[in-house]
């Protein structure tokens, strides 16, 4: 693992919690020797995380698409910023770019990414770790939606397992280190009545 994505809010959300663990991710992936890609902004979340890791010696790699850019949003003191033409691309080169994913709080953008990159997984498109930040408990009415997939029968147990859910930063880390894939990728069974 060379290189951690992390997924976070444009905003900063309702409570102070939420920087400071965005923070404290951003630097603890530098102070790990690891890069940190991200989403190439300069503001909520994501520029905390980006300026924790720079602060820290990091490299930090950012994509951004070139509307949001003009919008003078782009973080312009990375190590690297890659202006795209679109959300999908941004989307596609932070994963080509990354070794893991992880979700700190955020909104529809963080959860549309982190589930694509859960789905590419699935599929057996990539083999990388991924997670979720609970900072707060931010996350837990998600994961009990999760499990009721699971329940249901629309997610399968071990697609569930794949994705990490820790509230501590380095712990999450440590999960990523020793992670390994499902062997079977089959998603659909079809019956053979």
Known sequence: MRRVCVFCGSSLGARPVYAEAAATLGRLIAESGLGLVYGGGNVGLMGIAANAALAAGGEVIGVIPEALMRMEVGHVDLTELHVVASMHERKARM??????????????????????????????????????????????????????????????????????????AATLLARFRAYHPPETVRVIDRDTA
């Open 95 to 168: 994963a080509d770019f990354a070794d893991a994913f992880i979700a700190l709080p955020g909104g529809i953008g963080t959860m549309e990414e982190l589930f694509e990159v859960w789905t590419w997984g699935q599929l057996g498109l990539h083999p990388k770790p991924l997670g979720f930040l609970d900072v707060a408990g931010y996350y837990g009415h998600l994961h009990t939606f999760l499990d009721h997939m699971v329940a249901e029968g629309f997610l399968r147990e071990r697609h569930r397992a794949m994705v990490a859910v820790e509230s501590d």
